[in-house]
T-cell receptor, first 114, second 114 residues
C-alpha cells in the first residue's frame, strides 16, 4: 500500500536561512512524487514533481526537492526562506503500477520569522 | 484563465438535508477527484473520475455520491449529511489519470453540518 509521512507538524525558520520540509514515502512500484503548497483560505498549488531522471528537481518560487531512492525520501528545500513562504506544505505520491489514487501526507506548517 | 471552480465556498446545513457541491474545470482535463481535508489527516480522496461516466471510490467514500455526465463538471452529493462530514472539501483535476500529472485544485468548500 502507498503511504506518505511528513514527520514534522511544523517547521520554524528565520528569514534568509535555508529551509527543509521532510517527506518519506512507501510505494509498490516506482514513485511519482509531488509537493503542493496551501496558503490561507486557498486551494493547493502545485510546486514541483519528480517523475524520473535527475534526482534534484526545481520548482516554483525558488523551491527544489531531492529524490533519494535508498532513503525513500523527497525533502523540499529552499536556500533562503522568505516570510511569504509561510504556508502549509503537502507531499504526495503515486506509483507506476497503474493505480489511480494520489496519497497525501498530513502536511507541514512552515513559519518563517522576519 | 485555467481554473477549477467550486461552489459554494462556505455552507452551513442541518443533519439530513441533501446538498450538492459543484465543481467545474475549464482545462479539458480527463481526471477529476474530490478530497476532504481534516486537521492532522491531510487530504483524503473521496471519489475520482477517469473520464465521463467513469467514477470510482477513493479512500473515504461513505456518505458521498458523485456523477460525471460532462467532462467539465464533477459534483459532490451528500444525500443525508451528518456532523462527521463537517470538513474542508477540495475538487481537483488533472490532464489524465496517469500518475505523472499534477493536480489543479479549486478554492475549497468549507462545510459545517449541525
Amino acid at each position: 500500500a502507498q503511504s506518505v509521512a511528513q514527520p514534522e507538524d511544523q517547521v520554524n525558520v528565520a528569514e534568509g536561512n535555508p529551509l527543509t520540509v521532510k517527506c518519506t514515502y512507501s510505494v509498490s512500484g516506482n514513485p511519482y512524487l509531488f509537493w503542493y503548497v496551501q496558503y490561507p483560505n486557498r486551494g493547493l498549488q502545485f510546486l514541483l514533481k519528480y517523475i524520473t531522471g535527475d534526482n534534484l528537481v526545481k520548482g516554483s518560487y525558488g523551491f527544489e526537492a531531492e529524490f533519494n531512492k535508498s532513503q525513500t525520501s523527497f525533502h523540499l528545500k529552499k536556500p533562503s526562506a522568505l516570510v511569504s513562504d509561510s504556508a502549509l506544505y503537502f507531499c504526495a505520491v503515486r506509483d507506476d503500477t497503474g493505480g489511480f489514487k494520489t496519497i497525501f501526507g498530513a502536511g507541514t506548517r512552515l513559519f518563517v520569522k522576519a | 484563465e485555467a481554473q477549477v471552480t467550486q461552489n459554494p465556498r462556505y455552507l452551513i446545513t442541518v443533519t439530513g438535508k441533501k446538498l450538492t457541491v459543484t465543481c467545474s474545470q475549464n482545462m479539458n482535463h480527463e481526471y477529476m477527484s474530490w478530497y476532504r481535508q481534516d486537521p492532522g489527516l491531510g487530504l483524503r480522496q473521496i471519489y475520482y473520475s477517469m473520464n465521463v461516466e467513469v467514477t470510482d471510490k477513493g479512500d473515504v467514500p461513505e456518505g458521498y455520491k458523485v456523477s460525471r455526465k460532462e467532462k467539465r463538471n464533477f459534483p459532490l452529493i451528500l444525500e443525508s449529511p451528518s456532523p462527521n462530514q463537517t470538513s474542508l472539501y477540495f475538487c481537483a483535476s488533472s490532464l489524465n489519470g496517469a500518475g505523472n500529472t499534477e493536480a489543479f485544485f479549486g478554492q475549497g468548500t468549507r462545510l459545517t453540518v449541525v
